[in-house]
């Protein structure tokens, strides 16, 4: 990654005395990036970092583009500092949003972003790709939800996302992809907000205990519809919410968060009906 593409947060995690740090560290505004923490009691070596972003929003013409490589066993959750609005668009413009995620052997990540608010006539193109080793481990999240200050019901001009799986840098093994052009609110039948999230495993771990457990945790939220499927080539669990809020997709995405580090640690037990 060169300067001068626009802003860009560009990080890189290598494993040192027994925890992960970061190795390079490059941003520009809006990017802001303060210190990292070590929070997890489970897993003291993984490094919790939080993005933070000057703008505190995404405008009609930004390209935002990320990048974070994670080396060989290390152990990542990377989040930002809470939802950000997507504001209005010139009718010949929509914002970019570029995330290149890197997963060496024997590596975990989460990358939970906060969900994107879409405000009346948002244009949002989201493109998030994940290479991983076959021996790592990885959570993507991504969710948005609508909102119209005026208390009517405007809805966003555009949202178009793509999502792309390699294990080990061979062909996509998934390649998700949605757009939505002007949609007719009803369309959505009283939802307000929605989820994704894509859970990468190794063989290690056992798919059908850890989605009996999803869809038990996840059963439970009230106001939520979710559904959870194998991804192709048994390369782990896809999830897909619907939701009246926010406040259901994100106690999904805690039950989902805390399902993964739970597999990592071999400690998936079916006959547990919710994750502490």
Not at 66 to 82: E, F, I, K, S, Y
Not at 121 to 140: F, G, H, I, N
Not at 177 to 193: K, N, S, T, V, Y
Not at 226 to 246: C, F, I, N, Y
């Amino acid at each position: 990654m060169t300067t001068g593409e626009g802003p860009r947060l560009d990080l890189s995690f290598v494993r040192r005395a027994n925890r992960t740090v970061i190795d390079r560290r490059l941003f520009t505004w809006p990017f802001v990036l303060t210190r990292s923490f070590y929070v997890d009691r489970d897993r003291p070596d993984r490094l919790s970092v939080i993005v933070q972003t000057g703008s505190g929003a995404i405008h009609g013409e930004d390209s935002l583009t990320q990048r974070l490589m994670l080396g060989p066993d290390t152990a990542v959750c990377l989040t930002d500092q809470g939802a950000t609005s997507v504001h209005r668009a010139d009718p010949a413009a929509r914002a970019m949003e570029t995330v290149m995620l890197h997963v060496a052997s024997g590596a975990s990540l989460e990358y939970v972003p906060e969900p994107r608010i879409l405000f009346p006539d948002a244009a949002l193109c989201q493109s998030v790709e994940l290479d991983c080793a076959s021996d790592a481990c990885a959570l993507v999240v991504d969710a948005f939800t609508m909102h119209d200050p005026s208390g009517g019901a405007r809805g966003f001009r555009e949202l178009e996302t793509g999502f792309c799986l390699r294990i080990s840098g061979g062909e996509p093994m998934l390649f998700d992809r949605m757009r939505l052009c002007r949609p007719d609110l009803g369309i959505f039948h009283g939802h307000r907000a929605f989820g994704s999230a894509v859970m990468v495993l190794t063989s290690h771990q056992d798919l059908e205990k850890v989605l009996v457990l999803l869809s038990a945790a996840l059963g439970d939220i009230s106001g939520l519809y979710a559904a959870a499927s194998m991804l192709p080539g048994s390369a782990g669990l896809g999830v897909r919410l619907a939701a009246l809020d926010l406040r259901q997709v994100r106690l999904a995405f805690e039950q989902i968060g805390a399902i993964y580090r739970r597999s990592l640690l071999g400690a998936v037990d079916v006959r547990r009906a919710r994750p502490d």
